[in-house]
């Protein structure tokens, strides 16, 4: 996402090195607000560990290995102003030093992943981390989309900035002076990798650390966690007054399932091999397909593995309830308990697991 | 150095082995800013304003032909200043370039004009505009990449960094960043000692998971070790009588080739965009 030399026209750069200016003069004075003498050494080795990350292969799923940029790390760790500050100080050494993103366009990149990347992240974060506890693992579950939603913010700028450049700068002949790719080539290319490789490598990397210091040094998670949250999870009044607001909308639409029987007909392509028998039936799926009448007879592989599951509460409604409406709420409540029995099943599993891993790790080192 | 060959072996020998790239291309860049050529005699100032108006004149240029012209400047600047032109080619350049050329040469065929000529056996059509702009990302690339590492190769970090005092780069800023480069070369030494140690102790594949727990856990212990850092340089600093002011040594004076080098920068930076409009 680095961007080089030579893919901008130095109006775009100029115009986003004046977009990017106001952020580093505020978050500068923020910082020399808030971190007074401590604000050179914090943001310098922060910047020096987010170049040196920056580094790292990530192995993915899938057997391949991608670079993180370590924004939303930054947006958690040091809160928006210093993630600006550390990212944008590691962009700018990386186009010096290694020529890794163009001098004319450091305005660009640090807009693009130190200003749009962090402010992203740390909203994405601050919304779905919410007041949960500091080691609640639903903090790991919002830094990593922290992570994964930021990148593509950044590559999505990045792409916009590209897709304009042929709109506006050609030469005479009408040959684009910069980077050639129109918005419909620039914003796929760009967000196919993000979206798979880059993307992922900033979840994992974002989550797996943020999960590591729930375990060793959780007070490094605590600046950006909002006021009033619990540093251990359990019988905190944050902890079940986070959850008590799902419960409640969970309970609501338990309550509101009967709704359902309001729509008539049945859902697009949730045909039964026996609709394809029945007059009303083949009228109703030729009406919802556009006038397109169904075939003669149901396709056969539909009609073959149709008889090959039977649902202990067909359509909704258990055979031993004459009230639809009820029927239909008790289906939705054993459905809904049977995800939560699930979902507890896995989560015990996992905190199993997690254990073993703890203890494989000491034995280990 | 970049030249060199290592096997590409797992994660973590790619992870190391970037990691001693990165260090060593640092020790190259200050090694060479030692040297006695043309560029290195002059005051780091003169080099970043030459240097970065010829990277502006590529920039707002609007004619291969100049582009090319301002490459030729860039190599020219490079033997006279004996400045290792393989490494700069081969090692840097020619990367850059290479990536430059598979991203522009769809554009060849993508760019809607007047077709000069069409791929046999797919018959894709290829215009003259799409082979000017192809041409223009390449040699632009090539020139501002060129020219960029001609700063790096031939000034000491800590004499760049002096000199964007001259452009009103806040102190503070300034200070940020020489401390940033200088513990990147601590943090780069201890990211490599710690997958080296990891590596050694480790027998057989191992499994995605574990090598995904492996690389955030070595992030993890990394960042917690800056921070920790952090706070002892703070200490030192606060020892020192750092109070949070910081003040820098600016003993750079312009001599009569200084002048010469920095009025020929902006003559050719200006002649190439008055040719290039």
Redesign the interface.
Same mark, same amino acid.
């Given at each position: 996402m680095h961007v080089p030399d030579g893919y901008l026209s130095p109006a775009t750069c100029a115009a986003l090195y004046a977009g990017a200016a106001p952020f580093w003069f505020v978050a500068l004075r923020r910082l020399e607000r808030t971190l007074h003498t401590r604000l050179v050494p914090r943001v310098s080795l922060f910047a020096a560990f987010s170049f040196v990350v920056m580094m790292f292969n990530i192995p993915l799923p899938g057997g391949t290995t991608g670079h993180a940029v370590g924004m939303a790390l930054a947006a958690i760790v040091l809160g928006p102003a210093g993630a600006i500050l550390a990212i944008s100080t590691a962009l700018i050494i990386q186009a010096f030093f290694f020529g890794d993103g163009g001098i004319t366009a450091i305005g660009a990149n640090c807009f693009n992943m130190a200003i749009v990347g962090s402010l992203v992240a740390f909203v994405v974060y601050r919304v779905l981390a919410g007041r949960a506890p500091l080691d609640s693992p639903r903090r790991v579950v919002a830094a990593g989309l922290a992570g994964y939603v930021a990148i593509n913010a950044a590559a999505l700028v990045t792409a916009i900035e590209f897709g304009l450049q042929p709109l506006l700068f050609l030469d005479a002949s009408g040959a684009p002076l910069y980077c050639p790719y129109p918005l419909s080539v620039a914003v796929p290319a760009m967000m196919i990798g993000h979206l798979t490789i880059a993307g992922i490598a900033e979840l994992v990397l974002t989550g797996g650390v943020v999960a590591f210091l729930q375990r060793t040094d959780p007070a490094l998670l605590a600046a950006t966690a909002g006021r009033g949250v619990m540093a251990i999870a359990g019988n905190s009044a944050a902890a079940s007054g986070g959850l008590r607001p799902l419960w409640i909308t969970l309970g609501v639409l338990l309550v509101l399932t009967p709704l359902g029987l309001l729509a008539g007909g049945a859902a697009w392509g949730e045909w039964q091999a026996s609709d394809f028998s029945d007059a009303a039936s083949r009228q109703a799926i030729a009406a919802a397909s556009l006038g397109q009448p169904p075939p003669a007879t149901p396709p056969r592989g539909l009609e073959r593995f149709s008889s090959t599951w039977t649902a202990p509460l067909p359509d909704y409604a258990p055979p031993f309830l004459r009230s639809a409406p009820v029927g239909y709420a008790l289906s939705a409540m054993f459905g809904a308990g049977l995800v939560i029995l699930a979902i507890t099943g896995i989560a015990a599993l996992l905190r199993v697991r997690q254990r073993a891993g703890t203890a494989d790790d000491t034995v280990s080192l | 150095m970049s030249g060199n060959v290592r096997p590409r072996g797992g +994660?973590?020998e790619? !992870?190391v082995n970037?990691?001693l790239e990165?260090m060593e291309?640092?020790m190259l860049?200050e090694t060479n800013a030692a040297g006695t050529g043309w560029l290195q005699r002059l005051d780091p100032r003169v080099k970043l304003a030459g240097l970065?108006s010829l990277?502006?004149a590529?920039?707002?240029s609007?004619?291969a032909e100049v582009i090319a012209a301002l490459f030729g400047v860039g190599i020219a600047i490079a033997i006279a200043s004996r400045l290792p032109l393989s490494t700069l080619l081969s090692g840097?350049s020619l990367a !850059?370039v290479a990536f430059?050329s598979a991203l522009?040469l769809?554009?060849i065929f993508? @760019?809607?004009?007047r077709t000069v000529g069409t791929v046999p056996v797919v018959g894709w059509t290829i215009t003259?505009?799409?082979l @000017? @702009?192809?041409g223009?990302?390449v040699?632009?690339?090539a020139?501002?990449?060129t020219l960029? +590492?001609l700063?790096?190769f031939s000034t000491r970090?800590a004499h760049?960094l002096k000199a964007l005092r001259a452009f009103r780069v806040?102190v503070?800023?300034v200070?940020?960043?020489g401390?940033?480069?200088r513990?990147?070369l601590?943090?780069?030494e201890a990211?490599r000692d710690m997958f080296d140690a990891r590596r050694s102790?480790t027998v057989g594949p191992l499994a995605?998971r574990e *090598?995904? *727990?492996l690389?955030?856990?070595?992030?993890?212990?990394?960042?917690?070790k800056?921070?920790h850092?952090?706070?002892e340089? +703070?200490l030192a600093?606060?020892a020192r009588g750092?109070?949070?002011e910081?003040y820098l040594l600016d003993d750079f004076v312009m001599a009569r080739t200084d002048w010469i080098a920095l009025a020929s920068c902006a003559g050719v930076a200006l002649a190439a965009v008055w040719a290039g409009r």
């Amino acid at each position: 996402m680095h961007v080089p030399d030579g893919y901008l026209s130095p109006a775009t750069c100029a115009a986003l090195y004046a977009g990017a200016a106001p952020f580093w003069f505020v978050a500068l004075r923020r910082l020399e607000r808030t971190l007074h003498t401590r604000l050179v050494p914090r943001v310098s080795l922060f910047a020096a560990f987010s170049f040196v990350v920056m580094m790292f292969n990530i192995p993915l799923p899938g057997g391949t290995t991608g670079h993180a940029v370590g924004m939303a790390l930054a947006a958690i760790v040091l809160g928006p102003a210093g993630a600006i500050l550390a990212i944008s100080t590691a962009l700018i050494i990386q186009a010096f030093f290694f020529g890794d993103g163009g001098i004319t366009a450091i305005g660009a990149n640090c807009f693009n992943m130190a200003i749009v990347g962090s402010l992203v992240a740390f909203v994405v974060y601050r919304v779905l981390a919410g007041r949960a506890p500091l080691d609640s693992p639903r903090r790991v579950v919002a830094a990593g989309l922290a992570g994964y939603v930021a990148i593509n913010a950044a590559a999505l700028v990045t792409a916009i900035e590209f897709g304009l450049q042929p709109l506006l700068f050609l030469d005479a002949s009408g040959a684009p002076l910069y980077c050639p790719y129109p918005l419909s080539v620039a914003v796929p290319a760009m967000m196919i990798g993000h979206l798979t490789i880059a993307g992922i490598a900033e979840l994992v990397l974002t989550g797996g650390v943020v999960a590591f210091l729930q375990r060793t040094d959780p007070a490094l998670l605590a600046a950006t966690a909002g006021r009033g949250v619990m540093a251990i999870a359990g019988n905190s009044a944050a902890a079940s007054g986070g959850l008590r607001p799902l419960w409640i909308t969970l309970g609501v639409l338990l309550v509101l399932t009967p709704l359902g029987l309001l729509a008539g007909g049945a859902a697009w392509g949730e045909w039964q091999a026996s609709d394809f028998s029945d007059a009303a039936s083949r009228q109703a799926i030729a009406a919802a397909s556009l006038g397109q009448p169904p075939p003669a007879t149901p396709p056969r592989g539909l009609e073959r593995f149709s008889s090959t599951w039977t649902a202990p509460l067909p359509d909704y409604a258990p055979p031993f309830l004459r009230s639809a409406p009820v029927g239909y709420a008790l289906s939705a409540m054993f459905g809904a308990g049977l995800v939560i029995l699930a979902i507890t099943g896995i989560a015990a599993l996992l905190r199993v697991r997690q254990r073993a891993g703890t203890a494989d790790d000491t034995v280990s080192l | 150095m970049s030249g060199n060959v290592r096997p590409r072996g797992g +994660f973590a020998e790619r !992870t190391v082995n970037g990691l001693l790239e990165a260090m060593e291309r640092a020790m190259l860049a200050e090694t060479n800013a030692a040297g006695t050529g043309w560029l290195q005699r002059l005051d780091p100032r003169v080099k970043l304003a030459g240097l970065l108006s010829l990277v502006t004149a590529v920039a707002m240029s609007h004619r291969a032909e100049v582009i090319a012209a301002l490459f030729g400047v860039g190599i020219a600047i490079a033997i006279a200043s004996r400045l290792p032109l393989s490494t700069l080619l081969s090692g840097v350049s020619l990367a !850059t370039v290479a990536f430059s050329s598979a991203l522009a040469l769809p554009a060849i065929f993508l @760019t809607p004009g007047r077709t000069v000529g069409t791929v046999p056996v797919v018959g894709w059509t290829i215009t003259a505009q799409g082979l @000017t @702009t192809a041409g223009y990302l390449v040699l632009r690339v090539a020139a501002t990449t060129t020219l960029g +590492f001609l700063l790096v190769f031939s000034t000491r970090w800590a004499h760049v960094l002096k000199a964007l005092r001259a452009f009103r780069v806040p102190v503070v800023f300034v200070v940020i960043l020489g401390m940033t480069y200088r513990y990147i070369l601590l943090l780069l030494e201890a990211a490599r000692d710690m997958f080296d140690a990891r590596r050694s102790r480790t027998v057989g594949p191992l499994a995605g998971r574990e *090598r995904r *727990r492996l690389v955030t856990q070595g992030a993890g212990v990394l960042l917690a070790k800056s921070l920790h850092l952090s706070g002892e340089v +703070f200490l030192a600093m606060q020892a020192r009588g750092f109070r949070g002011e910081v003040y820098l040594l600016d003993d750079f004076v312009m001599a009569r080739t200084d002048w010469i080098a920095l009025a020929s920068c902006a003559g050719v930076a200006l002649a190439a965009v008055w040719a290039g409009r």
